[in-house]
């Protein structure tokens, strides 16, 4: 799939040289060539137009390096883009010139969102991503925000799920998976023809990229409507130790009215007064 450089560059500098064409032939045969990995149309169509934007901000002669990659994310920064954005824009870019062979074009300064505001996603939105996924027929997008919205679990650890891990029901980082979960991830496995091994798999049967899992669930969050940057594995993962702390929260207050019940109880029996 690599192309010499020279195929698309003679006649301009030696730095365009060194770069990779980003025209609209070139965008096209890079989505059709990532469409076999069974992403969602959703999915494809950001992809599409976040290099059509990252084009944009190119311009002629449409070349891209690893310089005009790092000058767009500066651009979007200067704009006003959030970080995920902005990363998101390095993700797509780096598949892109990745996918023609030129991983050496690669910007990899990504954007630091751990001490950013993290948007809240409530349990109804969480729902309505379900039932959306449910509706398309989505049933990877349906167990990958549900696997981590129930169990909490790292992309690190989503990307390296196995079936034999789902049938002894533990996540691979120890967490206990619901059992209304682990029916479906075995079901799943099982209609995909996914004997043993990493579940959540590209068409080619490699491990799904914590990048593609990301992009994938963001572009449900269009049909669900509900806001692309509520729709990460992060906010999933929020959603799940909020969850886990209302209940600890409500078990404790559980406990404290049983034992003050039991006090007056007590106090009505042997009280002084």
């Not at 990252?54 to 970080?83: C, D, F, M, N, W």
């Not at 990958?144 to 691979?172: F, R």
Request: charged fraction near 30%.
């Amino acid at each position: 799939m690599y192309i010499r450089d020279e195929t698309f560059y003679d006649g301009y500098s030696q730095n365009y040289r060194r770069g990779l064409k980003l025209d609209d032939e070139h965008i096209e045969r890079f989505i059709k060539g990532i469409s076999d990995k069974k992403l969602a149309n959703g999915t494809l169509e950001i992809y599409r137009k976040t290099l059509v934007l990252l084009k944009e901000h190119i311009r002629e002669p449409y070349v891209i390096t690893r310089e005009t990659i790092k000058k767009a994310a500066e651009v979007q920064k200067s704009a006003g883009y959030g970080g995920q954005s902005i990363n998101r824009l390095l993700t797509v870019a780096n598949s892109y010139v990745s996918f023609f062979g030129r991983a050496d074009l690669q910007y990899r300064e990504y954007e630091d969102v751990s001490g950013a505001i993290q948007p809240e996603l409530t349990r109804n939105e969480y729902l309505r991503l379900l039932s959306t996924a449910k509706i398309m027929g989505q049933e990877r997008q349906y167990l990958l925000i549900k696997t981590v919205a129930l169990t909490g679990v790292s992309l690190k650890d989503l990307t390296v799920l196995t079936v034999e891990k789902a049938a002894s029901g533990i996540m691979p980082d120890g967490t206990r998976i619901p059992e209304c979960l682990n029916r479906e991830l075995i079901t799943y496995a099982d209609q995909q023809g996914i004997k043993t091994g990493i579940i959540f798999r590209t068409g080619k049967g490699q491990p799904l990229s914590r990048s593609a899992i990301t992009v994938s669930i963001q572009a449900l969050g269009k049909y669900a409507k509900v806001d692309e940057e509520k729709c990460s594995p992060r906010c999933l993962r929020k959603l799940y130790l909020d969850t886990q702390d209302s209940i600890r929260s409500n078990f404790e207050l559980l406990v404290e009215q049983a034992h003050e019940r039991l006090l007056e109880k007590e106090q009505s029996l042997v009280g002084w007064g």
